[in-house]
């Protein structure tokens, strides 16, 4: 299996005078990113294509393509299959290795690395993002190098090494281990009944939930005692399903995230057994873009420090819809699953049905991000749908609640 910003104190000695001149070190480059359903994506080249979208998974040691037609029309070398794993450690999936990739940032700056090429997209992230998605980056194109995750400015700030000294800049470093080009980090999960219990989770921007625990890993005796059904959203493994509850608290060094919506997930131990970095869930980037990141891939340091979203609501859908976008465009909407006892459950919003209004406008107003952001508005307490049902055109209201 394949696994494969900054501020110096700077002296000078200036005719016999020792001055201390404080000086913003700059990146090498930066990359913009762009924040869809939670995660982040980025706009690059590869082999002097047009820009293509990828999305940034912390969590995954090679970068990928979806679509290997893709890859061989770039002509991109392949030189060897392979079998890779999600980060949910599900079923193997079959792949090929493709040798010295350029990929180039709206800068003019070039990366290359090798890449894993699917043999064919069972992802579908472009549906679960209403656009089009064309593969993964992961670590290794920023080997030996550091990068800050800005989400304030939304740019991955990129270093050489021991360029940046984060420390200077307001970040705290926390604790954690690189196990394969991935980092982890340790973490202090807080039960209920004032239950504590030590974590090593997979830190991945590549996930768009918060917080996901094994349940297999945790005693039954500690689990939230109201946990409902439900879709987990998207990681490299494809969809994640397993049931969702509240843990008391959620402490990473010294920052802290109080009632925090917590998905668990039940694990094959023999998937466990394969999984050399022994980690107990994920820590996924609706939590991560709570903070400001440095990932410092040459000494395997890990920093963060909170940025503007940090005091924010961290928000959850209110409607029970899980929703996906079709067509060639993108921009019609099919209802792929309703969760029982939810908003859209008492509507009677049926699988299969597709959403041709949205709030009294036409659908295709709307991007999916856009909808997902409304129907977890705490603000919004109803929204009006039309939805096509068997050729048949039927009027639904939802009255939007808590779900957990």
Known sequence: MYRGSIILLTWFLVLGRCTDLTATIKPDFTIPFEIYNNLIVLNLKVNESPPLKFIYDSGSEHSLFFERSLAEFLRIKM???????????????????????????????????????????????????????????????????????????????????????PQDDGYTQVDCQWVKGKPYILVDVGFEKDIHEKKKLLFDTGASIGLLLYSTMVDTAYLPSKLIAGSMGMGLGGSLEGFIGRIRELKIGEFAQKNLITYFQAVDSTHLENDVSAKEGIVGNMLISRYNVVLDFHLQHIYLKPNKSSKKKMPFDRSGLYLVAMGSDLKEYEVRRVMAHTAAAEADIRAGDKIIRFRRMAVHNFTLGEIIQNLSSERRKRIHLVILRDGKKMKKVLYLKDII
Not at 139 to 161: A, C, H, T, W
């Open 79 to 165: 030189i060897r299959s392979i079998q890779i794993y999600g980060s949910d450690l599900s079923r193997p999936m079959e792949a090929v290795v493709g040798q010295g990739v350029s990929f180039e940032t709206a800068n003019d700056m070039l990366l290359k690395a090798d890449i894993i090429v699917l043999d064919e997209n069972i992802f579908q992230f472009s549906e679960y993002l209403g656009i089009e998605i064309t593969g993964i980056i992961g670590n290794s194109l920023f080997r030996n190098k550091v990068i800050e995750l800005d989400f304030d400015e939304m740019q991955i700030k990129v270093y050489g090494p021991l360029q940046y000294q």
